[in-house]
Structure formats: C-alpha cells, structure tokens
C-alpha cells in the first residue's frame, strides 16, 4: 500500500509564496516520477510540475520561471515552492507518484491541498 502525505497551501497573496511538500510512505518503486498536478472545477488534471527519480525536472508552461519542484529520495519526498503567485494559480495540488514495470502502470495520488491567491 502506497500513501501519499501532502503540507502546505493555504493563502498567499499576488506575488506572494508558497511551499508544498509531500511525501510517500509504502512500496515504492525507485525509479519513478513525483509530481504535482491541479484540479480546476469543470476541468480536467493538468501537470504543474514532475521529477523524475535522476532529478529532471518537467514544468507547465504556465509555471517555468516562477514554481520550482525538487525531490529528497532518500526521503520519498517531493517539494513545489511556488513564487511570484498570481491569482489563476489558485486551485487544489495534488501530489503525484508514478511508475511502470514493464507492461504495469502504478499510480497514486494525495489527497489534495488546497492553495488559494488573493489579496
């Protein structure tokens, strides 16, 4: 069993910042992708930001310059400072875990949290 924990969110204003961590806890595969993705009501999961297990990171155009994701592995945990806040960042973050062995896809999600942007 694969548990995800997220910390952070809250309230920030324009141009403010935030820090979210999450970590996993459970039978993880090492090589893997940690992420978090957003869940806008009426619309669909879109990434944020994802790191693979090697440290690369991938960013939602809407995102590069002002979010920065990072993962402790030895502490299965991933982490999204997120500065320069706008107002249309304000949605509920899902942390991510993902992993394939060989024809198998696992994933796993937290539970959300929530981050609102306003003065």
């Known amino acids: 069993q694969v548990e995800l924990v997220e910390s952070g969110g809250g309230l920030a204003p324009p141009g403010g910042s935030l820090r979210l961590s999450c970590t996993a806890s459970?039978?993880?595969?090492?090589?893997?992708?940690m992420g978090w993705f957003v869940q806008v009501p009426g619309k669909p999961h879109k990434p944020v930001a994802r790191?693979?297990?090697?440290?690369?990171?991938i960013y939602d155009d809407s995102v590069k310059g002002r979010f920065t994701i990072s993962r402790d592995s030895a502490k299965d945990t991933v982490y999204l400072e997120m500065d320069r806040l706008k107002p249309e960042d304000t949605a509920v973050y899902f942390c991510s875990l993902h992993w394939t062995v060989g024809h198998q896809s696992f994933d796993y999600w937290g539970r959300g949290t929530q981050v609102t942007v306003s003065s």
């Open positions: 790191i693979f297990s090697n440290g690369e990171p």
């Open positions: 459970g039978n993880i595969f090492s090589r893997n992708i």
